[in-house]
Nanobody
Framework: QVQLVDSGGRLVQAGGSLRLSCAAS????????MGWFRQAPGKEREFVAT????????AYADSVKGRFTISVDNAKNTVYLQMNSLKPEDTALYYC??????????????????WGQGTQVTVSS
């Protein structure tokens, strides 16, 4: 079993920055990857960013490239999502997730076995 606790979401003005955190505990996940997804009201959950726990591979949704950065601190078993130049359309409930992807990054929710509880990000215009 793996437990994920995501945090860091809050209300922020457009153009501002936030850093989300996701702390993992339980079994070793060193061979897995971590992803961030988001879901806005009335919309499907969408991929945001992903990284292997070794930090060697990353992938981003086109909508966040150049603005968001995903990183991992293996010593703390924590993954971060640095979000800059936030836009109102970034408003959503953000979830972290992890799963056994064979050392590869993954952009589909079905690749992930464990999910955090979600942290709300609201960007005001």
């Amino acid at each position: 079993q793996v437990q994920l606790v995501d945090s860091g979401g809050r209300l922020v003005q457009a153009g501002g920055s936030l850093r989300l955190s996701c702390a993992a505990s339980g079994r070793s996940v060193s061979a897995w990857c971590m992803g961030w997804f988001r879901q806005a009201p009335g919309k499907e959950r969408e991929f945001v960013a992903t990284i292997t726990w070794t930090g060697g591979r990353t992938a981003y949704a086109d909508s966040v490239k150049g603005r968001f950065t995903i990183s991992v601190d293996n010593a703390k078993n924590t993954v971060y999502l640095q979000m800059n130049s936030l836009k109102p359309e970034d408003t959503a409930l953000y979830y972290c997730a992890t799963g056994p992807t064979g050392g590869n990054v993954a952009i589909t929710p079905k690749s992930y076995a464990y999910w955090g509880q979600g942290t709300q990000v609201t960007v005001s215009s």
